[in-house]
């Protein structure tokens, strides 16, 4: 895809984002790696709902403007989620609304925020961490970040918002949409005392769909078969 359609691509993304109301006023940015080695990031107080292709920040290797408007001060979260995840081609941040929520409940659980409530969230967004409050551009997000040591590809900043990556601008938009919708879904069950998909359930999406789960890496050197 020429650089000039991934531009529009952002906008189209972002507009389709901000429309939802998935992140309000000028909250949420959203960066592409292209092939020289470059990304492009959504600029600082941009709203997504209202980006200009043209006004896009463009980056070096080196984290350098090269043309376009001065780039969101979150770069630090895209660039630690870059550098642990290196098939990482896009990323998404967002303040939506049920992710947020979901971060401040007392019984999430850090290396699996969300419990295993659908096969969509599993195949998309996989499973999600949670990583403490920063104040937002604090360069410290990034050591948390690198801190998961590239296992997920889905992350929550406490009291802030999702961190998505994927292996395209759609694939990360996509697992950003069903991280949101899995949270909402759990705050709607929350005490309910929902049925979640077993183990053995869990498992069976693993093998059928080569799903990389961080509860299912091999952490002793054996195959779990
Ligand atoms: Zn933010």
Request: charge should be negative; include cysteine; glycine fraction near 8%.
């Amino acid at each position: 895809m020429s650089e000039s359609r991934l531009r529009e691509e952002i906008c189209r993304y972002g507009r389709s984002l901000f429309e939802r109301g998935l992140t309000p006023g000028s909250s949420g940015n959203i960066s592409l790696r292209l092939d020289d080695g470059g990304w492009l990031v959504t600029p600082t107080n941009a709203s997504l709902g209202f980006l200009d292709p043209a006004r896009i920040s463009r980056l070096d290797s080196a984290g350098r403007l090269v043309s376009g408007d001065k780039p969101t001060k979150e770069i630090p979260l895209h660039a630690a989620l870059y550098e642990s995840r290196g098939s990482a081609r896009a990323i998404v941040h967002l303040h939506s609304t049920h992710a947020v929520a979901l971060t401040m409940l007392p019984e999430i659980d850090p290396r699996a925020a969300l419990p295993p409530m659908t096969p969509y969230y599993l195949m998309r967004a996989g499973e999600t961490a949670l990583v403490p409050y920063y104040r937002p551009g604090d360069p410290a997000v990034a050591d948390a970040i690198r801190g998961l040591a590239g296992k997920y590809s889905s992350v929550l900043l406490a009291n802030h918002g999702p961190v998505v990556a994927g292996d395209s601008l759609e694939a990360a938009v996509f697992a950003t949409e069903e991280l949101e919708e899995t949270a909402r879904l759990y705050l709607l069950l929350r005490n309910l005392n929902p049925r979640y998909l077993t183990p053995d359930q869990v498992s069976d999406l693993v093998q059928v769909f080569g799903l990389d789960l961080p509860s299912h890496h091999d952490h002793d050197g054996h195959d779990h078969g």
